[in-house]
């Protein structure tokens, strides 16, 4: 069964599952400590700001850093009294507005109070109490302060530490989690990369290379994103707001129920978000591969757009991409607009009026049982819980383009491929039998019909014929990047289709009309940084080619650097590192496709004769543009439209009159022309 893409992109976290679940760990020690702050606060206003509206008794030598004067006597808060202390007399203090009133007797806290002329008067709502008062002067005030002032300090310190801690939890997690993240990437372009070169040539035939580029770059790094910020971005919100969810159910389960509502409207917006977002993103990929393969297409072939003067054509062509990407960029830019800042603040706003509503219809008041220090914290904590909210619904744009890029990097991760056996099996000897073979790249097309011949062991077998005759496809076939519909075809009388790619591969060499370079030096290009090839060896093999005749002239000889295609060497010092190559790496089978096609003549001769080098012991099959090249071959098979139309050697065909005779014949003639002109 095909897992979704969600799930396959936990399983990629799942490998580092040790490290991500160190840095939650983490993540949930500093938000554990940060959440502290809010309890802190209501202790430190309950008990240490306000608690000094409170019944105070009057006590008789007493030692305790509780202990106030005031006025000839001394006072401890009935909630600091401990059993050494002598009760004398009790008083009370009582807050009404800005100031603190003080009276010898004890009094209700709670209920509307007021204060004129002396008189103190408390409505508790059953009746009015009354009792003679003095307001308390600034220094008198905060004599009953003093003995609180430890205590907040101590608080206030015991936060600071607490911060201090979850700072370093949280740099922990981060660093943890960012790892993690980038070993993921690390591990997914690594299997995406290797999945292509497993992949067979029909699918990059289909495609155009800056599409897949962009599989491997642009998609990759949006799945980064998910994993650096996104998901981070998720754990750190659900952690947090489970610590608030906690927190609140501490302060009032009540509320807090209420305060549940959020996750379902939460979790339902992330759905319709992803169903609406979805199509636009997809739309979005899609073109930026599109604007990646037109942008390669432009620069490899710059050079013929400016010679055809074609430079507004191929703007307007990439306008019309780039337009369509800034369209449905627009479309999600709205989206996310119209929806994710509105949705929290409609939120924020309804929490808030939900709170005030309970709080103001059901508590405050007469008769109130809430403390400011319980309101400071509720206050704190929702406010508090709307951040993580806001976090999550500002990544769920970066989460649709990263889940949208997943699918399109999975999607190429699934294509079928290549069986991947590199057990090694004995060098070829050279037979080759192409037995009744057809093949049609597409369904009932076929552009081989029954081709059947042998090329035996040591032999040169040369194929000619006219664009489209089929001779590039007879090397497809043999490399085994594609298989016959028809017929076999055997090496040494074993089926390739019995063996793996690889091996099928492993004893051949090809050298192409266009030789590619590889970014490195000239000896690199060579070697392939192969280990079985010696830096001797691929110095050797240079030599017996003839290319150290222009290398030992380069400023740093065989370390010379070679740029991208190897563009600062001639096309006949391109051929003849690739005539290298194979040679370095001794094929038992050389395949030879139009290898002397783009040769001037007068670098033809140094050509021929590497040629001559690289053929010694091997069978040398050679798809043929120039005829005088391959008049010494063992066989010339010619083609016509997919059809094997004759075989002999240059004389016998030469005497049978028929289509080789007149290709031969046509060239000869542009020969003598170009002699003559």
Not at 88 to 109: K, L, N, W
Not at 234 to 263: E, H, K, N, Q, W
Not at 377 to 397: G, W
Not at 406 to 419: G, I, K
């Amino acid at each position: 069964m095909k897992k979704s893409t969600e799930r396959r992109l936990v399983d990629y976290a799942w490998m580092y599952k040790r490290t991500i679940l160190i840095g939650l760990l983490c993540l949930t020690f500093a938000v554990a400590l940060e959440l502290t702050g809010p309890f802190i606060a209501k202790r430190m206003i309950d008990e240490h700001i306000l608690g000094i509206e409170a019944t105070w008794v009057q006590v008789e030598g007493a030692e305790s850093r509780y202990a106030v004067d005031f006025r000839g006597e001394t006072y401890v808060r009935e909630d600091r009294m401990d059993a050494s202390m002598e009760r004398v007399g009790e008083a009370s203090i009582v807050q009404t507005g800005r100031t603190y009133y003080f009276t010898d007797e004890t009094v209700p806290f709670e209920g509307q109070k007021s204060y004129e002329d002396g008189v103190l008067a408390i409505d508790t709502g059953d009746e009015i109490v009354e009792a003679e008062a003095t307001p308390l002067g600034l220094n008198e005030l905060y004599s009953f302060f003093a003995p609180e002032t430890r205590s907040i300090v101590w608080l206030l310190g015991l936060y600071f530490v607490l911060l201090l801690f979850s700072a370093v939890f949280q740099y922990a997690e981060t660093f943890l989690l960012q790892k993690s993240s980038n070993r993921i990437i690390q591990r997914m372009r690594s299997d995406v990369f290797n999945k292509i070169q497993k992949l067979p040539v029909s699918y990059f035939n289909d495609r155009p290379a800056g599409k897949i580029v962009a599989r491997v770059t642009n998609d990759t790094e949006a799945i980064r994103e998910l994993y650096v910020k996104v998901l981070a971005t998720f754990f750190t919100s659900a952690i947090y707001m489970a610590g608030i969810y906690v927190a609140l159910f501490l302060l009032d389960p009540r509320l807090a129920s209420f305060c549940l509502l959020l996750i379902p409207i939460l979790f339902i917006w992330m759905k319709v978000y992803k169903k609406m977002a979805g199509s636009y993103n997809e739309t979005i990929r899609s073109t930026n591969s599109d604007l990646n393969g037109n942008i390669n297409e432009a620069v490899h072939g710059m050079s013929i757009i400016q010679a055809f003067r074609k430079e507004d054509q191929t703007t307007e062509e990439f306008e019309e991409l780039n337009t369509k990407h800034f369209t449905y960029q627009r479309k999600l830019l709205n989206l996310n607009s119209l929806t994710s800042f509105n949705l929290v603040n409609l939120l924020r706003n309804v929490t808030f009026v939900g709170f005030i509503w309970y709080y103001g219809g059901s508590s405050i008041g007469v008769g109130s049982i809430v403390s400011i220090g319980l309101l400071y914290a509720f206050v704190d904590y929702l406010n508090r819980l709307f951040q993580p909210v806001t976090d999550v619904v500002n990544q769920l744009a970066q989460l649709e383009q990263a889940r949208v890029a997943a699918t399109r990097v999975f999607e190429l991760m699934d294509e079928q491929a290549e069986e991947d056996d590199h057990s090694s099996i004995p060098r070829y000897k050279g037979d080759i039998v192409f037995n009744h073979v057809s093949f049609a790249y597409e369904e009932d097309h076929y552009v081989l019909k029954d081709i059947h011949f042998h090329a035996k062991e040591g032999q040169t077998v040369a194929f000619v014929g006219h664009t489209g005759s089929g001779k590039s496809s007879i090397m497809n076939l043999l490399f085994r990047f594609y298989d016959p519909q028809l017929g076999e075809i055997l090496i040494d009388g074993q089926r390739t289709v019995d063996l793996s790619r690889q091996q099928v591969r492993s004893h051949m060499g090809i050298v192409l009309q266009d030789p590619f370079l590889f970014t490195g030096t000239i000896l690199s290009n060579v070697t392939m940084n192969d280990p079985r090839i010696s830096r001797e060896q691929g110095i050797a093999a240079l030599k017996k080619v003839g290319a150290d005749r222009f290398i030992e002239k380069l400023p740093k000889g065989y370390d010379e650097p070679v740029k991208e295609k190897g563009s600062t060497l001639s096309a006949g010092e391109r051929q003849l590192l690739s005539f290298a190559r194979a040679l370095a790496f001794d094929p038992a089978i050389l395949i030879l496709d139009e290898a002397t096609a783009n040769i001037d003549t007068e670098t033809e001769k140094l050509i021929q004769d590497a040629l001559q080098v690289l053929k010694e012991g091997r069978t040398t099959l050679v798809i043929a543009h120039r005829l005088s090249t391959i008049q010494q071959a063992d066989q010339i098979l010619v083609l016509d439209h997919g059809v094997l139309k004759e075989t002999g050697t240059h004389e016998e065909l030469i005497k049978e009159e028929g289509i080789y005779h007149s290709m031969y014949k046509m060239q000869q003639g542009k020969l003598e022309e170009a002699a003559i002109s």
